[in-house]
């Protein structure tokens, strides 16, 4: 990231599944049990944390022979017992909570930009008490529309109006990356979440961690703000 681009950061977005929240075990699982309702093989839920992250949709056709008209009915199933059991089998990230205080206390707004339906997104983060850090939280519709990453990319800076003209996308996922290129914006792959190293490939910054996340977020804070005051 070069620093005429950091100069100009105005907002973060977050990717949540794998980023802000450690939602596997409830994902997985209703996965797995989503899967063998609908005729698919047998698998251990702990097998499936690669599909944590993308459309649902997606990965309903990837690992089962569903025709595509049942594909909704098979998604209903899974969001159902979801909302039930797998919402509840979440937890935060370590050191996530500093990261958005630190964010909070620099006046930069944070945004939610994931492909899981917003309702549901927002109930996470309710759940966790993490509602109240985010100025705007983007997901797909009720229906699945506007799931693609670049869509809730897009969704979050045109929400966030003035405050979205430099965006920085966090993301786990090689999904989160090339969604951000595609819309234009610089990201930082969180090596925290569920993706393997390589997913980290066009990235502008890698974090080990939500400390370290923090730790190159305020650098770049205090940098710009130094720019600012030397330029006055």
């Given at each position: ?87 509840q089998r979440s937890s935060v990230f370590a050191g996530i909570p500093a990261l958005l205080a630190m964010l909070r206390e620099w006046g930069m707004p944070a945004a939610v930009a994931t492909s899981k ?116």
């Open positions: 990231m070069t620093a005429p681009m950091l100069a100009r950061l105005s907002c973060v977005l977050f990717d949540l599944d794998g980023t802000l929240i450690d939602s596997a075990p409830g994902i997985t699982a209703c996965l797995a049990e989503t899967i063998r309702e609908f005729g698919g093989a047998s698998v251990r839920p702990e097998s499936l944390r690669s599909f944590v992250g993308p459309p649902v949709a997606d990965t309903l056709r990837t690992l089962t022979s569903l025709p595509e008209r049942d594909i909704p009915e098979a998604i209903e199933y899974y969001r159902a017992r979801y909302l039930a059991e797998g919402l339906r917003e309702s549901h997104a927002r109930a996470i983060l309710e759940l966790h008490s993490l509602d109240q850090s985010f100025a705007v939280v983007s997901g797909a519709g009720e229906d699945e529309a506007g799931a693609g990453k670049s869509a809730v990319i897009r969704s979050a800076i045109e929400r966030l109006g003035d405050r979205g003209g430099s965006a920085l996308l966090v993301g786990d996922r090689s999904f989160d990356i090339r969604g951000a290129t595609a819309t234009g914006i610089p990201s930082m792959f969180a090596a925290w979440g569920y993706g393997a190293p390589d997913e980290a490939e066009g990235a502008a910054l890698v974090a080990r961690d939500p400390h370290h996340a923090s730790e190159l977020l305020h650098e770049y804070l205090v940098g710009s703000a130094s720019q600012t005051q030397g330029a006055s």
